[in-house]
């Protein structure tokens, strides 16, 4: 990535955080795109350069962990079993994340019950999900019309919604990795089992 590349990724990022801190603090339906501007010190005009809404804004970085996943994969070592690389390329963003403050996940649970930023939500897991297909497709080498890869994209993505609802109602809170990790290797036991 060049600079002018890493400094618009800054910039969005910036613009993600802001969005998220302050509907966190504010609530949603009180925070304008001027003020997520000034929070980060660019202008509103920039901001639409970069988003089309706060809640595009707000859902880009957890869209980005899932993203990513596609390109992780694809990095990680030919040899290495297909379970095990899905889930050290979707666990890789999480690592070391901490624990939440209640505060925080009070301010994320009722910021996640607006309608608008539910299908924004849904939006970008689709996108996502699709792009790890592709990244499966080409690890296992499954032809574009096979159900593989859409299968295991949509199973991982289905236990990290599931991981990121454990994680918003744990008590005490817990890092989200560890709900993501159970989640995963829960999903990979009830694959893997002989029904009975």
């Known amino acids: 990535m060049g600079l002018r590349e890493r400094k618009k990724d800054q910039t969005r990022q910036a ?10 603090d504010r609530g949603l339906e ?16 920039t901001f639409n350069n970069y988003f089309s809404s706060k ?3 707000i859902v880009w970085r957890t869209a980005q962990r899932t993203a990513g996943a596609a390109d992780r994969l694809r990095a990680r070592p030919a040899g290495e079993p297909l379970w095990e690389a899905m889930t ?3 666990l890789a963003p ?13 301010g994320v649970r009722q910021l996640l019950k607006n309608p608008a930023l539910q299908g924004e939500v849904l939006k970008s897991h689709h996108s996502a999900e ?8 080409e690890r296992t080498g499954a032809g574009e019309h096979e159900m ?3 299968l295991v994209a949509g199973a991982v993505g289905l236990a990290q919604r599931v ?17 993501l990790r159970r989640a995963l290797a829960e999903l990979r036991r009830g694959l893997t089992e002989e029904p009975s």
Do not use: F, K
């Open 55 to 57: 809640q595009e804004a």
């Open 148 to 150: 593989l890869p859409r």
């Open 130 to 137: 699709l792009e790890l297909a592709a990244a499966v497709a």
């Open 15 to 24: 613009l993600s955080d802001a969005a998220l801190r302050l509907a966190v």
């Open 163 to 179: 991981a990121t609802e454990h994680w918003l109602r744990a008590d005490p809170p817990l890092p989200i990795e560890t709900h």
């Open 88 to 90: 050290n390329a979707v």
């Open 30 to 45: 009180h925070v304008l795109v001027e003020d997520i501007a000034a929070a980060a010190d660019v202008s509103p005009r």
């Open 94 to 106: 999480y690592l070391d994340a901490g624990a939440p403050s209640e505060p925080w996940l009070a």
